[in-house]
């Protein structure tokens, strides 16, 4: 199913990656957008008044009030099987920043031979489900289990099936890192939801004060959970031995996220023996790439190909 949002997204994205060279030879939309749920969705409430919008000005590619979650399919070209991720986009859980972090990723990953599926993930809300803190991670944990199970369908290694996020949305994709064997629904599907490989980039990752995103956590969780909340989706406090390893991202200068978020992690990973890799910028601000393309914080990408290979996910 070819999406004319994507085609739109992608065209203001382009623009932030230096121009259109990143563009030959990929696919401006998507192969396929996918439901991922079959039937009804666990937790969901239905609320005629909640309706996703996209925003066309001031801030391209915003999306709000996502209640149906979808993967845009971006396959990587060429023979054999392939690597893939799945990409969360930020937006401190109140909206999507699909464009940049979602859709202009995805051509990334495609340029290095990783297939693509953006996931477009409910934003909690109260008055759309049953229990709003757990939502994203049903979404993200389905999203994992659906690929793997249709691997052969995609032409994809299914052991070689990671999870990205930006922000807010590296929260989603460390919770998923995480708790990927919570029971959180019933899942009708006979697949790990365990990522082989995670990729966080300026991640929100704790709700502890002092080092969580204020936004993040009220979008999440509210701004007045209790502590066992917080605990609880500070996932630093959740890393185990088989949290799959880790390549990591941020500015020193990240005004909105503080690095300090990273440190934190890594720092957790390398306690329980996961293999990790934390690279920090001097500059870069919230969002490594987007605004001044000359400087150091730029080359995140080349940083985390060279990591994808050494960890034998790209060849």
């Not at 563009?23 to 969705?41: L, M, R, S």
């Not at 990723?105 to 297939?115: H, R």
């Not at 929260?171 to 939801?193: M, P, Q, W």
């Not at 329980?272 to 000359?294: F, M, T």
Request: aromatic content about 8%; glycine content about 10%.
């Amino acid at each position: 199913m070819k999406n004319t949002l994507s085609a739109i997204l992608l065209a203001a994205g382009l623009s932030l990656l230096g121009g259109n060279a990143m563009a030959q030879n990929q696919p401006a939309t998507p192969k396929e957008v996918i439901k991922i749920w079959d039937g009804k969705i666990p937790g969901a409430k239905h609320n005629a008044e909640w309706e996703e919008k996209v925003a066309q000005q001031n801030n391209p590619g915003w999306i709000t009030a996502v209640t149906t979650p979808t993967l845009d399919y971006f396959p990587a070209e060429g023979d054999g099987d392939k690597p893939a991720v799945i990409i969360c986009p930020g937006g401190s859980y109140f909206g999507l920043t699909y464009m940049w972090e979602g859709i202009v990723q995805a051509q990334w990953f495609n340029k290095i031979g990783v297939s693509a599926f953006v996931l477009k993930y409910r934003l909690p809300k109260d008055e759309t489900m049953e229990q709003r803190n757990i939502g994203p991670l049903q979404d993200a944990q389905q999203a994992i289990r659906y690929v793997r199970s249709k691997a052969k369908e995609f032409g994809i290694d299914e052991s070689k099936i990671g999870i990205a996020g930006f922000s807010a949305g590296g929260h989603l994709a460390s919770t998923l890192s995480t708790r990927y064997d919570e029971k959180v629904y019933k899942s009708k599907i006979d697949a790990s939801a365990r990522p082989d490989f995670s990729i966080l980039i300026y991640p929100v990752i704790s709700m502890q004060a002092g080092l969580t995103e204020g936004g993040t956590k009220a979008g999440l969780i509210g701004g007045d959970a209790d502590q066992a909340t917080i605990d609880l989706f500070s996932n630093e406090k959740q890393v185990t031995k088989d949290t799959p390893p880790t390549f990591m991202a941020h500015a020193i200068n990240d005004k909105l996220v503080t690095y300090k978020n990273s440190t934190t992690y890594i720092d957790a990973l390398n306690a329980a023996g996961v293999e990790c890799e934390l690279h920090l910028y001097s500059r870069g601000d919230h969002g490594l790439g987007a605004k001044n393309p000359i400087e150091t914080q730029a080359f995140w990408h080349d940083d985390c190909e060279r990591w994808l290979r050494m960890m034998g996910v790209v060849k």
